[in-house]
Structures are given as structure tokens and as C-alpha cells.
């Protein structure tokens, strides 16, 4: 027999990919023109998380590091990331997302959610209400972990 907790894996399952593979088309459609999907995913990665080193924003997309640098070597001539030397350690690569950058990632958020918006007006008003709290429900358990616990009604960027 199964649980509640198991049914509710098994439509998380179904649902969460679904959904991810939409928001992922409407993010990228609105790249700028000649970029990468991979290059877009370094700027959404050093947006949400700031600076971090060459590594780990290869890892993160998962590229070789020679790949990597070329890539970022692109986006520093578009004026979309700013590379300098680490501190302490001058070996060290550490990128930073531009002001320009960020107006990219921002405007592809804004067009996403008024894609979801327009999608969600199926959805009657409650039904958007239970939606928005599963959504703050898996927030919980995925990204903030199922040892911290929010605030009621508070959901974390």
C-alpha cells in the first residue's frame, strides 16, 4: 500500500520536469541573439549565486574548464561578466556578473513569469493559492532543507 508521501513523489515526479522544461523554453527564448543556452546558464548561475571561480561555474553547467574559459571569454567581450584574480589566490579566476548581465537575466525572469501568468489563468483563484503554497512546500524541503523550517507564508529567494 502505498503513502500519501509516496503519491505525492510520484506527481512530483510527473509535474516537476513538466514544469521545469516550459520555464527552461521561456528562459531561453529570450537570450540575446548569437548566445549560448550554456552561456545563459552561467549569467542565471552567477545572478542567483554571485561571484564564484571558473571551476565551479563549469561544474555547475557541466563543461570542461578549457570549454569554460572560452565561453567566458565571450561573455567579458559582450560586457556580460567581469573576470578578475582571486583573493587570496591570484591563480584563481573569479567571475562576476555585469550590471548589463543582470538586465539579461532579469528581462528573461520578467518575460518567464508573465508567460506562467498567462498560463496559470486557467487556474481559478484558489487553485492558484494551493499551487503558490506546494510551491513554498518545496522550497522548503529542496532549497532551504528539511532541517530549517520558514516562517508561515514566508518563502526564500
Known amino acids: ?29 529570450r537570450r540575446l541573439p548569437g548566445m549560448s543556452v550554456t552561456q545563459f546558464r552561467v549569467l542565471g548561475f552567477l545572478d542567483h549565486y554571485g561571484p564564484a571561480t571558473l571551476t565551479s561555474a563549469a561544474e555547475h553547467v557541466g563543461t570542461a574548464l578549457p570549454s569554460m574559459s572560452r565561453m567566458i571569454q565571450l561573455l567579458v567581450e559582450g560586457q556580460l561578466i567581469h573576470r578578475h584574480t582571486g583573493s587570496p589566490d591570484r591563480r584563481t579566476v573569479c567571475l562576476e556578473i555585469t550590471t548589463k548581465g543582470r538586465r539579461v537575466v532579469d528581462a528573461a525572469r520578467k518575460a518567464t513569469v508573465e508567460q506562467l501568468t498567462s498560463q496559470l489563468g486557467s487556474l481559478n483563484a484558489d487553485e492558484v493559492g494551493r499551487l503558490k503554497e506546494a510551491m513554498g512546500l518545496l522550497l522548503r524541503v529542496f532549497v532551504v532543507g528539511s532541517s530549517q523550517h520558514l516562517p508561515q507564508g514566508e518563502v526564500p529567494r
Open 1 to 29: 500500500m502505498q503513502t500519501l508521501a509516496q503519491d505525492c513523489a510520484a506527481v512530483m515526479l510527473e509535474a516537476v520536469p513538466a514544469a521545469m522544461r516550459v520555464i527552461r523554453q521561456h528562459m531561453r527564448s
